[in-house]
């Protein structure tokens, strides 16, 4: 089953708005949940993971992730979306005690139009 | 510093034909994955390393897949009898520790694996 989904296939958000890729999260207990990056014809770069703590996780390029136990969600957003952060985004999730695999969405495409 | 590098970059093979595929991870990274990115789909795991144990193979989805990883540094993934499903990207990652659930993982550009 699968354990993590984006709903959304693509997201479009004209540029300066802001932005929100969707990611929910169907495992039981805390799960460590992560946030990747794919530029085309380059590998997935890391940009933010929950752990514990906060639930508003700040990483890179201005992103930041918000961390809803109760809605078991984990959305990515940006207060304002640039032309470059057009890609393709993986919302990933890592049971406790499920060993080492992250097990990632199907992704969402953004498209930030100037 | 270098990143995880993969190569080829790009295979095409013929059905049936065995290939090989090759991740040279981060140095000194003690943690070492594979994952299968099929067309318009997210990455799916295949195994994991853990220097030169493989203590993972669970996502391996036939006996035609074999992966290696000698010396604990590259990592050399097999696939033997190529099929048509076997068409793929292939992703090799590295983690700087082991046995830590919550490190994020720095992935190659992947193999792109093409067969006809």
């Known amino acids: 089953a699968q354990s993590v989904a984006q709903p959304e296939d693509q997201v479009n958000v004209a540029e300066g708005n802001p932005l929100t890729v969707k990611c929910t999260y169907s495992v039981s207990g805390n799960p460590y949940l992560f946030w990747y990056v794919q530029y085309p014809n380059r590998g997935l770069q890391f940009l933010l993971k929950y752990i514990t703590g906060d639930n508003l996780v700040k990483g890179s390029y201005g992103f930041e992730a918000e961390f809803n136990k109760s809605q078991t969600s984990f959305h990515l957003k940006k207060p304002s979306a640039l032309v470059s952060d057009s890609a393709l985004y993986f919302c990933a999730v890592r049971p406790p005690g499920s060993g080492y695999a992250l097990n990632f969405g199907k992704g969402t495409s953004l498209l930030v139009t100037p | 510093g270098a990143g995880v590098s993969q190569s080829p970059r790009y295979k095409v093979a013929k059905r049936g034909q065995d290939v090989a595929l090759r991740c040279d991870p981060i140095s000194g990274h003690v943690s070492l994955f594979w994952y299968q990115q099929a067309l318009g789909q997210g990455p799916e795991f295949l195994t994991y390393?853990?220097?030169?144990?493989?203590?993972?193979k669970s996502g391996l989805p036939s006996d035609r897949f074999f992966a290696e990883r000698p010396e604990g540094s590259v990592s050399t993934l097999k696939i033997q009898r190529t099929q048509q499903e076997d068409s793929a990207v292939y992703l090799c990652a590295s983690s700087p520790v082991g046995q830590t659930q919550y490190n994020e993982q720095f992935f190659g550009p992947g193999t792109r694996l093409t067969v006809l």
């Open positions: 390393f853990q220097n030169e144990a493989q203590l993972d």
